[in-house]
């Protein structure tokens, strides 16, 4: 009977020690990864919308994805619009205590070959957005172009500017 009391004390005791909570960290680009909401518009040159072609694909709003790397380092992020858009997915440069990211160039699209992708000033703001119940939301805005895009050639603009909020997943704010 020793043995046994003896045995479920030591079960008792390794039981509770064991249970120490482990703090969980998260990833190195944590602050600009995220589930974005975005709008789509055809820009010039300078960055400017043209109204007549403002959501010139019939896409209203869409999904993009930022998120970490495998390697998790904080000056990399995958920048993925999940096939909604033009199917791309790149890897960017990122600058975590700037907020920002682009792919310093023309770089290949993971999402499908022959296709470059180009992503310059991607910026993400906190708070600067407004969920549709009112709430702040952080903001993302980026500018990006394709090597295989026939369409700014045809209608008269240079790239497409990304913009929107952090997606809340509130049914309200869908």
Partial sequence: ??????????????????CEKEEIGGTATESIAGDWYVTVNPVDEDGNE??????????GRIHV?????????????YVDD??????????????????????????ANEAYEDCDVTITDGKVLPKAGRQNN????????????????PYPAAYGYAKYKVS??????LAEND
């Fill in 1 to 18: 009977m020793k043995k046994v009391l003896y045995l479920a004390a030591l079960l008792f005791c390794a039981t509770f020690t064991s």
């Fill in 50 to 59: 043209i109204p007549e072609y403002e959501d010139l694909f019939g896409l």
């Fill in 65 to 77: 994805l930022t998120y970490n790397t495998s390697g998790n380092t904080s000056d990399q992020l």
């Fill in 82 to 107: 999940l096939g909604e858009f033009w199917e791309f997915k790149v890897k960017a440069t990122s600058d975590i205590n700037a907020m920002t990211f682009n792919t310093n160039g023309a770089i």
């Fill in 134 to 149: 009112g709430s702040p939301a952080d903001s993302i805005v980026f500018y990006v172009s394709f090597s295989d895009d």
């Fill in 164 to 169: 929107g909020i952090r997606y809340s997943g």
